[in-house]
């Protein structure tokens, strides 16, 4: 649900986690959701069949984001 939902791309290739408010999506990313690049990652590891290198991409580029946001500020 949360990658159908809620994972974009910014249109400068950053893959983020946009949050869900009062019914809107709002296009931004906290700090604390870079967590969920390593909730991904560790749920990778129990995946179905060719999920788990999908699963570890999008963790990849949620941790990339997170990186780059702290390094841009």
Known sequence: AIEKNLIR???????YIAEWKGG???H???HLTCFAGG???LGADGA???KTGH???LAAEIARTCH???SRT
């Not at 791309?9 to 893959?15: P, V």
Request: aromatic share 4%; net charge negative; glycine share 16%.
């Open 24 to 26: 809107l999506l709002e």
């Open 48 to 50: 179905l069949g060719d």
């Open 28 to 30: 931004k990313m906290g």
């Open 55 to 57: 699963q570890m991409e």
């Open 39 to 41: 909730m991904i990652a």
């Open 9 to 15: 791309k910014s249109s400068g290739g950053l893959t």
């Open 68 to 70: 780059e946001s702290y």
